[in-house]
């Protein structure tokens, strides 16, 4: 009988605009574990638009909620929003996006967003430091490929890259897709993963790291950087920018 009813509700007012919000998705992943602990934004998708002038982040507990910088900031669409975060390593961290008290996460009419429990854990200490050195190889080398030092560049990559990309190919790449860039204004590290296989490759201990870069002429833009760890050295194994 419930489900008739309900059937029926829906029914007489099928629209769209009835239905409460709902959260379709987050940044670590609800439930994931060994996150980048210097993951500086957490990201929350809605299944519609929200008005950015109110919003309930609420505590589990005090120990588990993260340190928030700032208010939230919504996409120009309204279906996303970004927190800026400070995260500790081996720790895990729960946040109620809306809760049965506190319901400010709405809609562009006026509606609340059903309350959602989004929790990760971070990585230990080992990965930090882990990920802090293939971060500063990654670096090293990026600022190679910015003085267009191109053979450089591909001399410091490790060995499985060079034997599959000659290095007149690599120059050529390089100075067609970087030349169209412009100079690079601003480089910051989103977040890291830690890999063991990737497609195409040998098995071994990668990060995956991607930065937010911004060019004077091309404006911002993701670089994806790939360093292994190879004779105990983190050398850069692939490099993608979009």
Known sequence: MCFAAACRGLAE???FSNLPPVV?????????KDV???LKRLKIAFSKKMTSDSYSLCMREKETFPEIDGAPKFSPNGRSCLLKVVLEPGKTYVIWINSAKAANFKDSD?????PYLFSF??????????????????????KLVDDKKYSE???ATTDFFRKNVPEKIWDKQLDSVRGKLGELVS????YATMEEKLPNAPKGKYFVLKFKAVYKKAG???????PMLENGEWKVSGYFIK
């Open 13 to 15: 007012d099928p629209t």
């Open 24 to 32: 379709i998705g987050t940044f670590p992943v609800a439930g994931a």
């Open 36 to 38: 980048d602990p210097g």
């Open 110 to 114: 006026g509606h609340p967003v059903v």
């Open 121 to 142: 854990r971070t990585a230990d200490k080992d990965f930090a430091e882990a990920r802090n050195k293939a971060a500063k190889a990654a670096e090293a080398w990026l």
């Open 153 to 155: 560049s591909w001399k």
């Open 187 to 190: 480089r910051e590290l989103l």
């Open 220 to 226: 911002t833009r993701v670089e994806t950087v790939t």
